[in-house]
């Protein structure tokens, strides 16, 4: 029998290990009971003999992932249970696309977690459900708390993935009467559309405000932080009449201090704010570069920037910060900071960098000096680049997200 169809049953029952659980049994039940609600989940430390329905994350069969031979993705990602399970019934859920687009994001860092450890921010969540080491009685009744919130989750996760869906294919079809040389866009509606527009030139997006009015949004460039065209500076922070008096926009409203979002009254003053703000808008895109000045890299990394839709753009250099004190006992150190010290001195580094509002921070050197550095930044999502060489070809490389 089909595993959904053993799910869907009348009488479905499902059985998992009893003790200390994870994210992946948790979200394994939680998936399960998202396509049948009446499914009945048991746990033990073994499998009853004459069980007869769905056995995962024990008893080495289908759905387990604790033999040897095991599966693992193609990009070496191994399968847990949950991955197992989604490999059948997510495209069910998602449509084959979505489902491998969820995998991708969703499934795998569960996966991986659970299969070495990997440090996963949703995994310790769910892990924090169980009892206390010393609590008296099972863990059934935490369990199924776990299972409840991960369902949630699920359910959520799964409307916005549909939800994205629905919105690109809007979008599409938007963007199919708009003059491309028109760099502004007016929606008939809020439509989600900042990942569809950063390939294009459209750099502001205006739409009705269900308050009444119309909302501009700035949008930003691929694979950076910054606006392809900013609000003027003199009007970030305004209100009411002052800002109708910076504007000159009879209806101006509201423009946020961070500059991603201005409100006016009128659908003509809305298209003339995003008028005003580009004829005025002059372009300082900055690479910053930690690294000793080197012409061959700075040379390489403009010409990287206008390919990427960038034409001028100004190399800032930033040196690092001066080297911690060690503590060093023969050939081996260890930096001389408590814990919160070197974290501050981490962030006061890339507090220097971010002043520079970058388009992408340029990094060569030593592990001990860049690696803080870069994993700090992406984790703020800032482009970070290198150099590599291959086949005799100096390349910039931009590295990507999670490393």
Same mark, same amino acid.
Not at 361 to 382: C, D
């Given at each position: ?35 049948? @609600? ?93 009892? @206390? ?84 949004? @700035? ?185």
């Amino acid at each position: 029998m089909e595993l959904l169809e053993e799910i869907k049953k009348k009488d479905a029952k499902a059985f998992t290990h009893g003790g200390k659980f994870h994210a992946d049994d948790v979200f394994s039940s939680a998936l399960l009971l998202y396509i049948n @609600p009446e499914i009945v989940i048991s746990r033990g430390n073994k499998v009853p003999e004459d069980f007869d329905g769905i056995v995962f994350d024990i008893g080495r069969g289908r759905y387990d992932h604790h033999q040897k031979d095991s599966r693992v993705r193609e990009n070496g990602v191994p399968y847990a249970a949950f991955g197992l399970l989604w490999e059948e019934l997510g495209k069910e859920i998602l449509g084959e696309e979505l489902a491998e687009k969820f995998d991708e994001a969703f499934v795998q860092p569960l996966d991986n977690n659970d299969n070495t450890g990997e440090k996963n921010e949703l995994a310790t969540l769910i892990g924090n459900f169980n009892p @206390p080491w010393d609590a008296k009685g099972g863990s059934d009744e935490a369990f199924f708390q776990a299972v409840s919130v991960a369902g949630m989750i699920l359910e959520n996760k799964f409307e916005r993935y549909r939800g994205n869906a629905r919105a690109d294919l809007r979008v599409e079809q938007v963007l199919k009467g708009h003059d491309q040389k028109d760099r502004i866009l007016v929606l008939p509606e809020f439509i989600p559309c900042q990942k569809a527009l950063t390939e294009t030139e459209i750099a502001f997006v205006i739409f009705p405000s269900n308050r009444g009015g119309y909302c501009i949004q @700035p949008q930003k460039r691929e694979y950076s932080m910054n606006y392809k065209c900013s609000f003027p500076s003199q009007w970030l922070g305004l209100e009411g009449e002052e800002l109708v008096k910076e504007t000159g926009l009879s209806s101006a409203g509201f423009c946020h201090k961070g500059g991603f979002l201005m409100t006016v009254g009128e659908l003509e003053d809305a298209k003339a704010a995003c008028q005003k703000a580009l004829d005025v808008y002059q372009e300082d895109s900055v690479i910053v570069s930690l690294s000793t000045s080197d012409p061959e890299a700075e040379e390489l990394l403009k010409q990287t920037a206008s390919t990427r839709g960038i034409p001028s753009v100004r190399i800032c250099h930033v040196d690092f910060a001066a080297l911690p004190e060690l503590e060093i006992e023969d050939n081996y150190a260890e930096v001389a900071m408590e814990k919160q010290d070197w974290k501050s001195y981490v962030k006061e580094q890339v507090r220097q960098i971010l002043k520079y509002k970058p388009e992408a921070v340029y990094v060569q050197g030593n592990v001990f000096e860049t690696y803080p550095i870069v994993h700090a930044l992406r984790k703020k999502h800032i482009p970070v680049l290198t150099m590599i060489e291959k086949e005799g070809k100096k390349l910039v490389v931009r590295i990507p997200s999670g490393s």
